[in-house]
């Protein structure tokens, strides 16, 4: 039997929002939900302008950038699930490789890449790739600079730091203020860590957002503003180079999927662990589960994910480095079958095993004809790299510093590599005709979190805010903490922890709503045409619906 342990997370992991005062928001014409209210509200305005969901999803990841600029940044990657009117369903992946110079030469006398600084930003960034590759299939007609005037206005005027964002700043600013480039001017510019209120402007950021509305996005590899970038890059020690950039391309593969009965399940593919949080629900699809928030039901999801993470970290990467298929073992109902009767209903699977770490932003919009957006982004770590670049303002990615300083094997570090990423967004649709977008920030705890608010609404009928809303759990290891238990979030009935405990899982109460737990968002389009949207009380975020 394992013993229970407590753990006081202190003001960073106390909820922005009471979670008993959310409810589900409902639309008609049209709904978003991102984790910052004020992304929300300029992914509305483009639909109320007559935009599309992949264009107010543009809206949304743009002003993230600027008012959520510690989990995410245009010096990121970004992956898109999108399904049309029309029910066709395809991915956009925003992923950048490894830079030409990525060797292990370059890494000489170091046992891992670094977390942070110029080593760090070893990858190109692919986010706005993803951007012009989704708006280039799609159907809206906004101009690119209606897109971006709201991240443009919020980064000019300013924005109210969050309590959250400011105790993550201030958490961060001992190992990243003396980075090279620009990070202490912009997000210390009186030389003391902002606080919750204090008004955080980023007039070089808003100038690059110009930029690319005025020469398109294809200049952030190839055009002027891209030289600049490589240039700022070069100075500062990051291997990325001009002709890094010029050669990068987003990638459209066909999204993962998986039935169960109670829809079909999609979410992205390798480099991606969009397997792994398919995988988890087809197990889980097979076992039984009691009642929702039961021990049976959080038992058999936590073993679901130890034999999905198992897979996960033997198989999945860089699909060019890949031998399994993943979509082939989602589509064989024996070995899901074989994998299902692993787990052991009464008993505990002995942990750890390697985890991965991650933050990043998760938003979804839908429109009035159909269209449903399921779209992540992320810089890795808070602040990325911590390089921020002096003459474009945009924060640089530290999505390489996962890789392996091996010759070979899984996520070893080779020029081009793309690298193991935690992202992946997640969409369903359903018989009745409905179709839900949903997914989190939190790395290790994306999978897990994600089959939590679909388990809790899909097979159990709960409404879509309480889903979020109520209490959560997380296997494995979050920032900062080397312990790999199973944490697990205040509100569940006693005998859920007891019985827990009692099958050897090793228990970690870790209070309220806590904001290691992610912070998630879904929508649903409802079979007659409507919405429903839900968000995150562990976040910033807000639902915006007309």
């Not at 600084?117 to 012009?132: M, Q, R």
């Not at 600049?228 to 100075?235: F, S, T, V």
């Not at 079909?264 to 039984?288: E, H, K, V, Y």
């Not at 049976?296 to 073993?303: C, T």
Request: charge should be negative; charged fraction near 20%; glycine fraction near 12%.
């Amino acid at each position: 039997m394992r013993t229970l342990k407590s753990q006081d997370n202190g003001p960073a992991h106390k909820p922005a929002t009471s979670a008993s005062e959310m409810r589900t928001v409902l639309g008609e014409r049209g709904i978003v939900t991102a984790p910052h209210h004020l992304a929300s509200e300029a992914g509305l305005s483009v639909l109320r302008d007559g935009g599309s969901a992949v264009e107010a999803c543009v809206a949304v990841a743009a002003s993230l950038a600027v008012v959520y600029p510690h989990m995410t940044g245009i010096g990121g990657d970004g992956f898109w699930v999108i399904r049309e009117a029309d029910g066709r369903i395809h991915g956009i992946h925003g992923c950048g490789g490894a830079a030409g110079t990525a060797t292990l030469d370059l890494y000489a006398g170091h046992d891992s890449v670094p977390w942070r600084g110029p080593l760090a930003a070893n990858t190109v960034a692919g986010t706005i790739s993803a951007w012009e590759a989704a708006l280039a299939s799609d159907s809206g007609t906004l101009p690119l600079s209606r897109l971006v005037a709201d991240a443009i206005a919020h980064a000019e005027a300013g924005v109210a730091v969050t309590a959250g964002g400011a105790e993550i700043a201030a958490a961060k600013g001992p190992e990243l203020r003396n980075q090279p480039g620009a990070w202490a001017s912009t997000f210390e510019p009186e030389g003391r860590p902002l606080v919750a209120g204090d008004v955080l402007r980023q007039p070089v950021l808003a100038e690059t957002l110009r930029r690319l509305a005025q020469d398109g996005l294809d200049s952030f590899y190839r055009g002027a503003l891209g030289a600049d970038i490589a240039a700022d890059l070069a100075e500062l020690g990051s291997p990325v180079s001009a002709a890094d950039l010029a050669a990068h391309q987003a990638t459209r593969p066909a999204p993962l999927r998986t039935i169960t009965r109670h829809g079909t399940l999609f979410n992205s593919a390798p480099p991606t662990q969009g397997a792994a949080s398919l995988l988890i629900l087809a197990l889980f699809d097979r076992l039984a589960a009691g009642d929702v928030d039961s021990f049976e039901h959080v038992h058999a999801l936590v073993e679901a994910t130890k034999q999905a993470f198992l897979w996960r970290d033997r198989h999945c990467g860089d699909v060019a480095y890949m031998e399994d298929d993943p979509q082939a073992l989602l589509d064989n109902a024996a070995a899901l079958d074989t994998m299902a009767a692993q787990v052991d209903p009464a008993h505990a699977l002995p942990w750890p095993q390697p985890t991965q770490w991650g933050d990043t932003c998760w938003f979804g919009a839908a429109d009035a004809k159909g269209q449903v957006v399921s779209c992540i982004q992320s810089t890795y770590f808070e602040f990325g790299s911590g390089l921020v670049l002096p003459r474009t303002g945009i924060t640089w990615q530290n999505r390489g510093a996962s890789f392996r300083l091996a010759p070979s094997g899984w996520n070893a570090l080779k020029p081009g590599r793309k690298p193991f990423h935690t992202l992946n967004p997640a969409l369903a649709t359903f018989d009745d005709g409905r179709v839900m977008a949903y997914g989190t920030m939190g790395g290790e705890g994306q999978p897990q979190t994600q089959a939590a608010l679909f388990s809790r609404y899909a097979r159990f009928g709960t409404d879509l805010q309480q889903a979020i809303s109520s209490p959560r759990w997380l296997l494995g290891r979050t920032w900062g903490d080397q312990s790999t238990t199973l944490k697990i979030e205040d509100g569940f009935a006693p005998e859920v922890y007891d019985r827990l405990a009692a099958a050897g899982h090793d228990v970690e109460r870790v209070g309220g709503l806590t904001a290691m737990m992610g912070h998630a968002g879904a929508l649903v389009r409802l079979a007659d045409g409507s919405f429903a949207g839900a968000t995150d009380p562990r976040s910033d975020g807000g639902v915006a619906a007309w």
